[in-house]
């Protein structure tokens, strides 16, 4: 059996979603004594997937691949795939992934397995476990078809290194046409991504008002992390929907989620249920928050915010 | 412009989500189902092209008899017509090639559906379905223009947003932004009773083909309780954040 993963990259550089990607290939190629081969569309640093536990890397590179297209690049992986017969596909969570892996599901007539948190159950016939009912619950999910591909959720594997000898080769597919185009990218620049982030500060309604939120955004920037918030308050246009955290919004799967005046609505706390650590801040100790999180303060998000903010500032200088 | 939005029948967001059967079927006792929230932005969406550019508009679901209440409520929406496949949606594949039949038959320019369902999450069915009919699609969609034959579609991305230019036949998987959460309609009394008189088609599935089952479900463990922090005592938080949770 052969294992072929799609690594995405940004601006040259491997995003570090396709190095959780590598470790978890290549645990389930140890196991199976098979071998995990990468391909990497306009990534400078493939061959650091070696790192990682991937045999082989093929590098295509090409300008007209600079701005993502899912046909495209789901045609490279088809061609890659074929390639290398491969018979398992793994590929991330990300937009990208989620824009071109049905249609390379259909192209490869491989089964798609969606939101994949664990290693395979069994390789043939494919079991793994995937959430369900937007993190309210798991599905173990049998696979019948000769070829898969496994969308692995974010953070859900993380990194394991296993050094290994790499080879890169260049690899020049056929790139399709297609007839949609990006004509304009708008991507704010210097701030986390949720989709990326390690750690995410979100803010509810018990902020009061869109002008309160340098308290979330200056936490939020001691820590590196990205800033989210609670249906309401996007509803209400205090913030932007791209920040709206929760079953009809994002899913949030940060190794840290801080969640400030947020009540904890069930259709929130869904949407950050893969969340490893959730700490709550909240003056309602009977908020339902408590009940699904690691950590919580009862107090006043004006105060307790700012005191914290300043306590971590001194706490990064320390630990630098 | 002939419109399609497909329907998933789905359990409301704060439904508790149980098992039976040996924890191999949805335990639908008590659950109340609704129009899934990212095809009804999607259906929302499609009303303003039929009040503002003419576009025809029919809905199509994958399901049983028990789902026709919550396409008769997309038809009170205002949809003009409904077509529901009579099968069990097995997997998005299965649903995926059903819907494909549909759309290569009534030859549709556009049709939008929910970047995913809220039960399955799945994800998959536009972008199958796109293929299927090769058709152009753009996921994640946020905002749709059309022009003649021309769209402009804007896709949410990791970070951002883009916008994409492309052409009919168009499959887009949409998600709030398309329209915002005050545009939804809630069915007024003239719309429910208009939907009763139209027209519901009952078609039986062409396949019975799915790439995947699901063995069992399981919920996840039960949470520990929560350890308080007195909100003077902030170095503790910070003590355990880093030494314990090891997160900072």
């Not at chain 1, 470790?23 to 081969?37: C, K, L, N």
């Not at chain 1, 078809?145 to 959720?153: C, F, G, M, P, R």
């Not at chain 2, 994800?123 to 996921?139: K, Q, R, S, Y």
Request: aromatic share 6%; hydrophobic share 40%; glycine share 8%.
């Amino acid at each position: 059996m052969s294992i072929l993963i799609y690594t995405e990259s940004e601006g040259g550089k491997l995003k570090k979603t396709a190095f959780e990607l590598a470790s978890y290939a290549s645990a389930i190629a140890t196991q199976q004594g098979s071998s995990v081969t990468a391909v990497a569309i306009n990534a400078n640093d493939a061959e650091e997937l070696g790192n990682y536990g991937v045999h082989k890397v093929l590098t295509v590179s090409d300008d007209s691949l600079n701005n993502f297209s899912a046909k495209k690049y789901a045609s490279i992986i088809q061609q890659t795939a074929e390639k290398e017969s491969a018979s398992l596909v793994i590929v991330g969570s990300g937009s990208n992934d989620k824009f071109l892996a049905p249609i390379l599901s259909a192209k490869l007539n491989a089964a798609l397995v969606p939101n994949v948190v664990e290693l395979p159950e069994s390789i043939s016939p494919l079991k793994v476990k995937r959430t369900a009912f937007t993190n309210k619950a798991f599905a173990m999910t049998e696979v019948d078809t000769e070829k898969a591909i496994i969308a692995l959720s974010k953070n859900s594997f993380g990194l394991k290194e296993n050094s290994t000898a790499v080879t890169s080769e260049s690899f020049s597919p056929s790139i399709p046409e297609d007839a949609s185009s990006v004509t304009s990218t708008d991507k704010v620049s210097g701030k986390v991504a949720i989709a990326d982030a390690e750690i995410v500060v979100s803010g509810g309604r018990g902020l009061k008002g869109p002008e309160n939120w340098n308290l979330i955004e200056n936490l939020a920037e001691v820590l590196g992390a990205a800033t989210a918030c609670s249906k309401p308050v996007s509803d209400m246009g205090w913030r932007p929907h791209s920040e709206h955290v929760g079953q009809t919004g994002k899913p949030v799967a940060s190794n840290l989620y801080i969640a400030v005046g947020i009540s904890g609505a069930i259709q929130h706390l869904a949407g950050v249920n893969s969340s490893k650590v959730k700490v709550v801040i909240n003056n309602d100790a009977d908020a339902p928050f408590f009940k699904a999180a690691d950590y919580g303060i009862v107090g006043d998000a004006f105060e307790v915010v700012p005191k914290l903010t300043e306590k971590l500032k001194e706490f990064k200088a320390n630990n630098a | 412009m002939k419109i399609l939005v497909c329907i998933s029948h789905v359990p409301d967001t704060t439904s508790k989500i149980n098992f039976t059967d040996g924890d191999t079927k949805f335990d639908t006792n008590g659950v109340q189902f609704v129009i899934n929230p990212n095809d009804e932005f999607g259906l929302t969406r499609a009303m303003w092209f039929k009040e503002k550019q003419g576009a025809s508009v029919t809905i199509v679901n994958v399901g049983g008899p028990e789902t026709e209440p919550t396409l008769r409520k997309a038809l009170a929406i205002g949809a003009d017509e409904a077509i529901r496949i009579n099968a069990t949606p097995t997997d998005g594949f299965f649903v995926a090639k059903e819907l494909a039949k549909v759309v290569s038959e009534g030859n549709y320019d556009l049709v939008i559906a929910g970047r995913e369902s809220i039960d399955y999450n799945g994800g998959m069915v536009p972008g199958m379905l796109a293929t299927f009919t090769d058709a152009n699609f753009v996921n994640m969609c946020i905002g749709l223009e059309i022009e003649g034959t021309s769209a402009t579609a804007i896709r949410e991305i990791d970070g951002g947003k883009e916008t994409i230019s492309t052409n009919l036949p168009l499959v887009v998987g949409c998600q709030k932004g398309i329209v915002e959460e005050k545009d939804l309609r809630i069915p007024n009394m003239r719309g429910i009773m208009m939907a009763r008189k139209k027209q519901l088609t009952v078609l039986e599935p062409s396949t019975s083909e799915s790439h995947t089952k699901i063995a069992s479900f399981e919920k996840p463990a039960a949470k520990g309780a929560v350890k308080l922090v007195d909100k003077d005592n902030l170095d503790e938080l910070i003590s355990l954040l880093h030494n314990e949770a090891k997160v900072i």
